[in-house]
T-cell receptor
Framework: DQQVKQNSPSLSVQEGRISILNCDYT??????FLWYKKYPAEGPTFLIS???IKDKNEDGRFTVFLNKSAKHLSLHIVPSQPGDSAVYFC?????????WGAGTKLIIKP | DTGVSQNPRHKITKRGQNVTFRCDPI?????LYWYRQTLGQGPEFLTY????????KSRLLSDRFSAERPKGSFSTLEIQRTEQGDSAMYLC??????????????FGPGTRLTVL
């Protein structure tokens, strides 16, 4: 049973437009959510996070939205740049471990 | 380079052989984690250490797997009698426990294991 789901394996977006990556989770007790970014041959790197007491967190071009009632979070990237092409993972911080989605491969087209 | 390092980066072995991976965390980090990632999936938690103490092990970590972190510094992950199902990317991460809401985990590049 997947506790964190990313239903889109890939997403293609034109450079300069908005990229929206989605994530759903099953446990309403989760209280800290993260997005990681991964380039080929590298480990994941932390991108942005949000606590369950908030519904939005913004960091430059990256904004994460949390909808607790729907158990859904999304990552918005505006404007999208070629260097944003990577695999994006949604994860939940469950005390000592991270529980991950399967990832979405984002491709930014020039 | 002060990031998390892992060695080797790639390992090809025959079924039934033992393999050992090493992880060197960021020096001031007291927590160290091991994850396994298979193709098309996100990483799955295996185990974690706080200093030299192994505090939690996933049920994914069968008896063939053992991890150590002597002296609370580097860590090793050993797989005995490897099986083809062990083929995966093994990721190591470290973090500094700050007592805050979230302790960011910093990941190494991983060790890719292929069992023939």
């Amino acid at each position: 049973d997947q506790q964190v789901k990313q239903n889109s394996p890939s997403l293609s977006v034109q450079e300069g437009r908005i990229s929206i990556l989605n994530c759903d989770y099953t446990n309403s007790m989760f209280d800290y959510f993260l997005w990681y970014k991964k380039y080929p041959a590298e480990g994941p790197t932390f991108l942005i996070s949000i606590s369950s007491i908030k519904d939005k967190n913004e960091d430059g071009r990256f904004t994460v939205f949390l909808n607790k009632s729907a158990k859904h979070l999304s990552l918005h990237i505006v404007p999208s740049q070629p260097g944003d092409s990577a695999v994006y993972f949604c994860a939940v911080d469950s005390n000592y471990q991270l529980i991950w989605g399967a990832g979405t491969k984002l491709i930014i087209k020039p | 380079d002060t990031g998390v390092s892992q060695n080797p980066r790639h390992k090809i072995t025959k079924r039934g052989q033992n393999v050992t991976f090493r992880c060197d965390p960021i020096s001031e980090h007291n927590r160290l984690y091991w994850y396994r990632q298979t193709l098309g999936q996100g990483p799955e938690f295996l185990t974690y250490f706080q200093n030299e103490a192994q505090l939690e092990k996933s049920r994914l970590l069968s008896d063939r797997f053992s991890a150590e972190r002597p002296k609370g510094s580097f860590s090793t992950l050993e797989i005995q009698r490897t099986e083809q199902g062990d083929s995966a990317m093994y990721l190591c991460a470290s973090s500094r426990m700050t007592g805050g809401l979230f302790n960011e985990q910093f990941f190494g590049p991983g060790t890719r294991l292929t069992v023939l």
